[in-house]
């Protein structure tokens, strides 16, 4: 069985940076972070595989950074240059089997497990 716990959400201004943390246990294939903000759909932000590929979506790319430590229990999401759009609930979702179809990065169903979630808020 895995478990996921989110750390790290918090209210910061825009142009701040905020870490975020999930702690796993049990081997981890896939790791994604999706934001969840009111009256918008659930949408993945940034991705990492077990062998440290990593990959961003929207207006992720070039402010975010998805990362894990050579354990593999603790993965990080590092957000820069935050804007108001950027806030939501912030869920670190995960898959432990791996998918030899390749990894379906943006679809929600396809994890297993999903953290309790970490509120961002950015104030403009």
């Known amino acids: 069985q895995v478990h996921l716990v989110e750390s790290g959400g918090g209210a910061v201004q825009a142009g701040g940076s905020l870490r975020l943390s999930c702690a796993t246990s049990?081997?981890?294939?896939?790791l994604a972070w999706f934001r969840h903000a009111p009256g918008r759909e659930r949408e993945v932000v940034a991705a990492i595989g077990d062998d440290g590929s990593t990959n961003y979506f929207g207006s992720a790319k070039g402010r975010f950074t998805v990362s894990t430590d050579s354990g593999k229990n603790t993965w990080l999401l590092e957000m820069n240059d935050l804007e108001p759009e950027d806030s939501g609930m912030y869920y670190c979702?995960?898959?432990?089997?791996?998918?030899?179809?390749?990894?379906?990065?943006?679809?929600?169903?396809?994890?297993?497990?999903w953290g309790q979630g970490t509120q961002v808020t950015v104030s403009s």
């Open positions: 049990g081997y981890i294939y896939y």
């Open positions: 979702a995960a898959r432990s089997t791996r998918s030899y179809r390749g990894p379906r990065w943006w679809l929600a169903e396809w994890y297993e497990y």
